[in-house]
Structures are given as structure tokens and as C-alpha cells.
């Protein structure tokens, strides 16, 4: 960021007020700072042979208590997946198949992906709320509805 | 007085009432369900206000978040799953209430606490937040960007273990908050070459993505590990004493009402703490205090008095800083503060001068809330009870779906959307590393004013650095910044010694042992 992602995606100081650059290169700088500090505490308690620092710990859940507001836990990619590539499909596939196929196709698959296997409720979800966010959105605010329209 | 009154018209106007009453109602709803929470809602509802007049949309907010207060300690009286984090007290003793088939009596304390710390910490704002505004408008750049930095710095220490990435997550927060238009020239900043950031990106889908959508990961999770499909015990008995909470039961615990309130109050007007402190420190006085501390933990009125009355005093209270210095406190009032935004208004001092009106009308909106959580609490009880057993299957689609057709909402884009879901990507690393998400929007939400504010300085001082040593407010502000910082570090170490001495003493327990 420090290298390049700023100097190449900042404009160039005007001559007065503060850089634009300042406020950026500031926060990555905080960023960087802390991530070296937190190594820095890893490697001494490493390198004096003692236990890492509970809250420096690369997952937090190894730590006895819960820190309030987060649920620490080790990553799940194979549920991220699961989760993800539904979402990312939908967004692609609703500029060209259109909002109501897409969307019914989106949660019947989600639906399944979260272990519904009762076909009947799961179809009845899907078209109820594919139908009410329609009415909501073309009705109720008079937003266009994404992508091409099938009526 | 003109404006009072016509501010308070304004909140009693049918559009006003009608949508603060669905506010509440929804927000009760929501909080019900555990896993939902207030500014998850918040969230996933601001999009629907961008078709509401600001006081109907402000109101409508308001009114979901008292009500998702509330409707956290459903979930906490009848599963001991609470709702929302604050309600975690609560399930303390209402749990046991429920499994003595006393769950309605737990609620209905739980409820008229809520509304009492609500009312309290509601009138406490109304009569102090203008008088306070008045001074802090003395407050010049200087001021407003060393407030700004100190409270970026205490927030940084909210939800994680690790001061240091709490603040990796508040800077970066702030780099993304400055994605758009840099505001001296003018011209595209962090962009990218993307022409939809050439005007920054939006704290909709950034919040729903963050907030909601990574916490539905979460949930979903845990869902399928088999680890939910919790159902709600004999709630309601047959037996008249055990459903109804006398006069004399209520009263016997005002005392205890009115500590937690005044708790509630002095945590939620400081930035940065909560209402989980609020409710964990009122309960603990409770019972230090009580005659009866023996009954704590085991199905006690008074202690889900003390819890409930504490957190929702927090509600009015964390309103104080947001109206008074235009900081947010909490995660709630930072969702706020976008909605404010949103519609146009700057929070801070110059309000109470530039929309006064408007802001009288949100005082009405205010207590009006209270009074409709009175009502939608006592009246729709059982109903908001059956939100706790909505099967998962049905419910985690659901809130899917409006995640992502309310990212679209926003600006009618399906780049929003595509925001909403790399965020909720970030959100969900971020919550496995116990990075924080509060200080993370916090820090997204109040770059462009810090900015602003870094910049009027500079310029006003002609690049002046020793101007802050001119200036003892804003000295003293960064005075406190430093020694917040030196103070969590030195904490955090000393913390840290003390856990390695109890692991190492464990450990040599165990060798012994062996």
C-alpha cells in the first residue's frame, strides 16, 4: 500500500492544506506498526521459551474466555465456499437471466446448501420471498428491478 | 418554543407514529431471535429509510433499536441464548424463572425495567444534550480532530482481546474510508480506476456486508456443525402468580431500577463502553447491594432488573456524545449516525442550531418509543416468544436474501451488492481473528470529518505544528489520546505477565500432580 497503492492511486499534493496522501499513509503506517509489534511480542515469547500472549495468538479461540463482541474460531473454508460462490453466482447471473429467476435459483440452492431437504418448504420460501421483495421493491420504493425483466 | 412545538407536532404526525410503532414492533422482533441484533437491524432496515422524510427515518431507527433491546432478553429468559450481547445478564435469572415455568413474570420484568431505564436515560438526554451542544460549539478544528483521534482510540479497544488490532482495524477502516473523492482537490483518491468508488463507498452495503452478512456466515456455521436447535421451555403457566408481576414486586426492586438506569446513563454518554458493561456492572452492584444475594443466578426479579434497566438506559444515554460532539459511542449510534448522513444532516453541536425542528421532533420520537415499547411489550408478548422457535432453515435464507436485495436498495447497484459481499468476506476474517468490526466501521464512518478537520488545521495554521500547544482543549485531548494508548499497551502487558505466571503455576500443578 505504502509503495504503491498510494502514490499511484493519490493525486498529487496542491501546494497547500495537508497531502492527500498524508491521512492514507498514516493509517497503513498504524496498521504496519501494530502488526510488527504483535510479531515482535510472538517472537520474544518464542524465543524466551515462553507461552505466546493469549491476545497476540494467531486464533484468539485457544484463548480460555470469549472477547465479547467476536466468535474466535478457526476458518472454515469449505463453508465459506459453500456460502460464497452461491452469492458471487447470483450477482453475475442476475444481470442476465433477470432478478426473479435468479433469485428463486439463488435460494433453492442456498436452501440445500444448509441442509433443507424438504422440497415443498423450501420452494414455498423462495417464491414467497422472491415475490414480496419484488412487490416491495417495484411497488412499495419504485426501484428498477436488476437486470432484464421477464414481465 | 415555536420550534418545540412544532418539533413535537411533527412527531405525533400519523406517518411519524405509524413508522416508530413498526420501528419498535420490528425491532422487538429481531432482537427476539438470537444471533439478530440492533445494529444488525439497523443495518439491514437503513435502505428502506431512504424513502422517509429524515424524522420518520430517524424515528422508524430509533425506534428499532429500543426495541431490539428488548427483544434481546426474550431470547435470554427463555433459551439463556441471548439475543443481543447486553442481554447476557439477563439470562443469568431469567432462565431459571422460566424453568420454574415463570418465564412470563421474567419478561414482564425484564420489560418494564427496560422501559424505565429507557424513559430515564430519555429525559437525561433532553434536558442535557442542547445546554452541553451549546458549549461544545466553542470547539474549533483543533478540538474536533484530537476528539475525533481519542475517540478512535478508546473504540479501538471494543470487541477484541488485542489493542493492537483493534487499532490495525480502526486504521483500517479509515483507509477505506477514504476511497472517493479527496476533498482539497478534488480529484479521485484509492479508486482504483474504478469509476463507481469516484464517489466513495457507501456505509450501506459496507454495513450490511460487515454486520449482518458475516454474522449470518457465522451463524450458519455453527448451524450446520448441529450445534443450534435450542427450543424455548414452559414459558407460560397456568398459574395466574406465576405469569403476572404484582405492584409490590416491581416496587420492592426500584431501588435497584433506578441504580441501573443512572449506570446505564454515565456508560452510555462515554464513547467506547456499551451496554454489555453497563449490564454486567449494574448487576454486579445489584447484587454486592441486595438483601437477598443469595437468590442471584437461581431465577432473582431484581437481577434482571438491574441488567435490563442498565442496558437500555445506554439506548438515550450513547444518543449524548452523537448530539452533543457528533462521535458515535457504540455501534448502534455509529449506524445512526450514517442514517443521519444519509438524510443530509451532520451530527454534532451545529444540529441543535441547523435542524432544530427536526430535532425536537426526534426528543418526541424518542419518549413516543418508549411509551409504544410499553405497549407492543405488554400486548404482544407471546407473539415476540414464538419469534424465538422460527426454524433456522426458514430464517437463515431469509435474512440472506434481505441482506443482499438491501445492498441494492441503497443506489438501485448491483456493484453495492458485489461491496456488500466483499465485506462480508472481510467480516467474517475479521470475527475469526478477533480483529475488530466496531472500530473498524467506526473508523470508516468518521475518516471523511477527520480528515476535513486535519486539513482545516493545517491550513488555518499555515502548517503550524506547535498549534495544538496553542490550544488547551485540544492539548489536553491529545494528552488523553497518548495516555489511552500507553495506558492500554502498559495493561495489556501487564495482563499478559500475569497470564503466563498462572499458566506456568497450572502448569507446574499439573507436573506435580502427575
Redesign the interface.
Known amino acids: ?1 505504502l509503495t504503491w ?2 502514490p499511484t ?4 499534493y ?1 501546494g ?3 497531502s ?1 496522501a ?3 499513509n498514516v ?2 503506517s ?2 504496519l506498526f ?2 510488527c ?2 510479531l515482535v511480542r510472538i517472537g520474544l515469547a518464542l524465543y524466551m521459551k ?2 505466546i ?4 495468538s ?3 479461540e485457544d ?1 480460555e474466555e470469549d ?10 473454508l469449505h ?2 465456499a459453500l ?2 460462490v452461491p ?2 453466482l ?2 453475475v447471473a ?2 442476465y437471466i433477470g432478478y426473479v429467476p435468479a ?1 428463486f435459483a ?2 433453492m440452492i ?2 440445500f446448501a ?3 431437504r ?1 422440497w415443498i ?1 423450501s420452494t414455498v ?2 417464491v414467497v ?1 422472491v415475490a414480496v ?1 419484488y412487490v416491495v ?1 417495484r411497488y412499495g ?1 419504485g ?2 428491478i ?1 437486470g432484464p425483466q421477464l414481465f | 418554543m415555536d420550534m418545540i412545538i412544532a418539533g413535537l407536532l411533527d412527531s405525533i404526525a400519523p406517518a411519524s407514529l405509524m413508522f416508530v410503532f413498526i420501528g419498535v414492533a420490528v425491532g422487538v422482533l429481531i432482537g427476539a431471535i438470537p444471533g439478530i441484533n440492533g445494529p444488525m437491524a439497523i443495518a439491514l432496515f437503513i435502505p428502506v429509510t431512504y424513502y422517509m422524510s429524515p424524522l420518520t427515518a430517524i424515528g422508524f431507527l430509533v425506534g428499532l433499536n429500543k426495541g431490539a433491546f428488548f427483544g434481546g432478553a426474550v431470547s435470554a429468559v427463555l433459551l439463556r441464548t441471548p439475543g443481543t450481547p447486553e442481554a447476557a445478564a439477563t439470562s443469568w435469572d431469567g432462565y431459571p424463572l422460566t424453568q420454574q415455568g415463570k418465564g412470563e413474570k421474567a419478561l414482564r420484568m425484564a420489560l418494564y425495567s427496560s422501559v424505565a431505564g429507557d424513559f430515564i436515560s430519555t429525559v437525561v438526554l433532553i434536558v442535557i444534550a442542547a445546554p452541553l451542544a451549546a458549549v461544545a460549539l466553542f470547539m474549533g478544528p483543533p478540538e474536533i480532530f484530537a476528539l475525533i483521534s481519542l475517540a478512535l482510540t478508546v473504540i479501538a479497544g471494543i470487541g477484541t482481546s488485542s489493542i493492537c488490532r483493534g487499532l490495525m482495524a480502526a486504521g483500517f477502516g479509515i483507509l477505506v474510508g477514504l476511497i472517493g473523492t479527496e476533498p482539497v482537490t478534488a480529484l479521485p483518491r484509492l479508486t482504483f480506476d474504478i469509476y463507481q468508488l469516484g464517489s466513495g463507498l457507501s456505509l450501506i452495503p459496507v454495513a450490511i456486508g460487515l454486520l449482518a452478512f458475516s454474522e449470518i456466515i457465522l451463524q450458519l456455521e455453527k448451524f450446520t456443525s448441529k450445534l443450534g436447535g435450542q427450543h424455548a421451555a414452559n414459558v407460560f403457566s397456568s398459574n395466574r402468580e406465576d405469569r403476572l408481576l404484582s405492584f409490590k414486586e416491581f416496587f420492592s426492586n426500584i431501588k435497584t431500577l433506578l441504580r441501573g438506569s443512572m449506570i446505564g446513563i454515565g456508560v452510555g454518554a462515554m464513547p467506547g463502553l456499551g451496554a454489555p458493561v453497563a449490564s454486567f456492572m449494574s448487576y454486579d452492584q445489584a447484587m454486592k447491594r441486595s438483601k437477598k444475594k443469595e437468590e442471584f443466578g437461581k431465577g432473582s426479579l431484581e437481577g434482571i432488573g438491574a441488567s435490563e434497566s442498565a442496558n437500555s438506559a445506554v439506548v438515550g444515554a450513547s444518543l449524548i456524545p452523537l448530539f452533543v460532539l457528533g462521535i458515535p459511542g457504540n455501534l448502534a449510534v455509529a449506524m445512526l449516525m450514517g442514517a443521519f448522513m444519509i438524510h443530509g444532516m451532520q451530527p454534532g453541536p451545529l444540529m441543535f442550531q441547523e435542524n432544530a425542528q427536526l430535532m425536537y421532533g426526534i426528543y418526541g420520537s424518542l419518549v413516543i418509543a418508549s411509551l409504544f415499547l410499553l405497549l407492543i411489550g405488554r400486548f404482544g408478548l407471546r407473539f415476540f416468544c414464538k419469534a424465538v422457535d422460527i426454524p433456522a432453515l426458514i430464517l437463515y435464507p431469509i435474512v440472506v436474501f434481505t441482506c443482499i436485495m438491501g445492498a441494492y436498495l441503497g443506489k438501485s447497484s448491483m456493484f453495492d451488492v458485489s461491496v456488500m459481499l466483499v465485506f462480508g468476506f472481510i467480516g467474517y476474517f475479521m470475527r475469526k481473528f478477533d480483529f475488530s468490526y466496531v472500530a473498524f466501521l467506526i473508523g470508516f464512518i468518521l475518516a471523511p470529518e477527520w480528515e476535513r478537520a486535519l486539513q482545516q488545521v493545517v491550513i488555518i495554521s499555515e502548517h503550524d505544528t506547535f498549534m495544538f500547544f496553542q490550544r488547551p482543549v485540544a492539548m489536553t485531548l491529545m494528552g488523553l489520546t497518548f495516555f489511552v494508548i500507553v495506558r492500554t499497551f502498559w495493561k495489556g502487558i501487564k495482563d499478559g505477565k500475569v497470564k503466563q505466571v498462572e499458566a506456568a503455576a497450572a502448569a507446574a500443578g499439573q507436573h506435580k500432580g502427575d
Open positions: 500500500m497503492a498510494i492511486y493519490t493525486p498529487d496542491p497547500y492544506g495537508a492527500p498524508l491521512v492514507a493509517s497503513v498504524v496498521m501494530m502488526a509489534l504483535s515462553k507461552p500472549p493469549a491476545e497476540e494467531e486464533f484468539p484463548m472477547s465479547g463482541f467476536t466468535q474466535v474460531g478457526r476458518v472454515n463453508h465459506l456460502f460464497m452469492c458471487v447470483l450477482v442476475i444481470d433469485a439463488f435460494l442456498l436452501q444448509i441442509g433443507s424438504k418448504q420460501v423462495a420471498l421483495l421493491m420504493f426501484v428498477p436488476p
